[in-house]
């Protein structure tokens, strides 16, 4: 797909994989749920849910190293400065052409452009939260949030995965 395409395809999942409520229970079951879908795929993540920045779930598979997490709190700042999941905006700033210290004033010791980092918006309230995951391609980091989210919050995950990636 397009960069354009895969913009107006995240903005199409954040909308819609929106929670009417969220709380320990609920990281419990998405950070179980995103570890058995990573591992049925042969492949290791670390992953994050946090909450009005508590941390709620984190589950580092055998393979990964502590640089994981460093990557899961560059893209968690992105989502909880941006309101918008790393990926768009890794996308954005591909788009616009411009660097992280000219636009945003920040370094690439606190904000990444990479995939992997998703908002937890409650419906009428705006972004509460992150789950973020790292390990895996940018793109596939973010996938299997977005299928995980689609499976608990009773989406079509056809209607809502970006399509194949542009070389």
């Known amino acids: ?44 993540a670390a992953i ?3 909450l009005a920045g508590h941390p709620l779930f984190f589950y580092a598979m055998l393979g990964t190293t502590p640089d994981n997490g460093e990557w899961i709190r560059r893209k968690r700042n992105v989502v ?6 790393s990926y768009a905006f890794s996308l954005g700033v591909q788009k ?24 937890i918006r409650l419906r009428d309230s705006g972004v509460v939260g992150s789950i973020t995951v790292s390990g895996l391609p940018q793109r596939d980091d973010h996938g299997v949030i977005v299928e995980v989210l689609a499976d ?13 990636e542009e070389r």
């Open 152 to 164: 608990v919050l009773g989406q079509n995950i056809a209607e809502l995965a970006l399509g194949p």
């Open 80 to 85: 909880m400065r941006f309101h918008k999941s």
């Open 1 to 44: 797909m397009s960069l354009d395409s895969d913009l107006n395809q995240i903005a199409i999942q954040e909308e819609r994989l929106q929670f009417d409520a969220f709380n320990a229970t609920t990281a419990l079951d998405i950070g179980l749920r995103l570890r058995a879908l990573i591992e049925s795929r042969g492949k290791k």
């Open 96 to 119: 616009n052409g411009h660097s992280l210290m000219e636009r945003f004033g920040a370094g690439p010791d606190q904000l990444v452009l990479a995939g992997g980092g998703f908002p």
């Open 48 to 50: 994050d849910i946090q």
